[in-house]
């Protein structure tokens, strides 16, 4: 039950930015936008999450369109390290205000030297 | 602790056997969710707990399946009569609470059924 849609692979040269693009066109006005990634034999790591507004951390920037139905994940100076699985997810409720993470196929990031 | 810690990292049984699966949230976060991930799929949700609380049990695969959380703290996930397709790598995460969904995972536990 996955709400978005994210292109299944990409590559990106070291030391570029890495824009990865999510589209979420059913989003709800309340529903946040979460980035997580998944290196090779490793849990998932959170990234970033937005409402509206772009956001911006030590890892990477979240773009989010006026309109929500899509958004970009920037990783700013990509490494070899950055290599993974990057999930965009919109968070799926269970029960009154509590959530599951719904994981989709993401975005198999490649990243060469 | 300072992660989410489970136990074993790894498993193998034989087809027909028990199995208990562990996982230690962080300290403090009161839901913790369960997740599968066979070879080279996603993760698929199995189970989550808002406290000891488990509202959600839908997506647990079949009933040899169960889990249960003690204390708001360690949860055990437990599949009885293995089965080949129960192979997979099952991962833990936790969030201060089930509203926010910032979950942090551990490294999970490979079973593996022979």
């Known amino acids: 039950d996955a709400k978005t849609t994210q292109p299944p692979s990409m590559d990106c040269a070291e030391g570029r930015a890495a824009n990865l693009p999510c589209n979420h066109s059913t989003i709800s006005g309340n529903e946040y936008v979460y980035w997580y990634r998944q290196i090779h034999s490793q849990g998932p790591q959170y990234i970033i999450h937005?409402?509206?507004n772009n956001e911006t951390n030590e890892m990477a920037s979240l773009i989010i369109t006026e309109d929500r139905k899509s958004s970009t994940l920037i990783l700013p100076h990509a490494t070899l390290r950055d290599t993974a699985v990057y999930y965009c997810i919109v968070r799926v409720p269970v029960r009154s205000n509590d959530y599951k993470l719904s994981f989709g196929a993401g975005t198999t990031v490649t990243v060469r030297a | 602790g300072a992660g989410v810690s489970q136990s074993p990292s790894n498993k193998v049984t034989e087809k027909g056997k028990d199995v208990e699966l562990r996982c230690d949230p962080i300290?403090?976060?009161?839901?913790l969710y369960w997740y599968r991930q066979s070879l080279g799929q996603g993760l698929e949700f199995l189970i989550y707990?808002?406290?000891?609380?488990?509202?959600?049990k839908s997506g647990l695969p079949s009933d040899r399946f169960s889990a249960e959380r003690t204390g708001g703290s360690v949860s055990t996930l437990t599949i009885q009569r293995t089965q080949q397709e129960d192979s997979a790598v099952y991962l833990c995460?936790?969030?201060?609470?089930?509203?926010?969904?910032?979950?942090?995972f551990g490294q999970g536990t490979r079973l593996t059924v022979v």
């Open positions: 995460a936790s969030s201060v609470t089930a509203k926010n969904t910032e979950a942090f």
């Open positions: 300290s403090g976060h009161t839901a």
């Open positions: 937005g409402l509206k």
């Open positions: 707990f808002q406290g000891n609380s488990a509202p959600d």
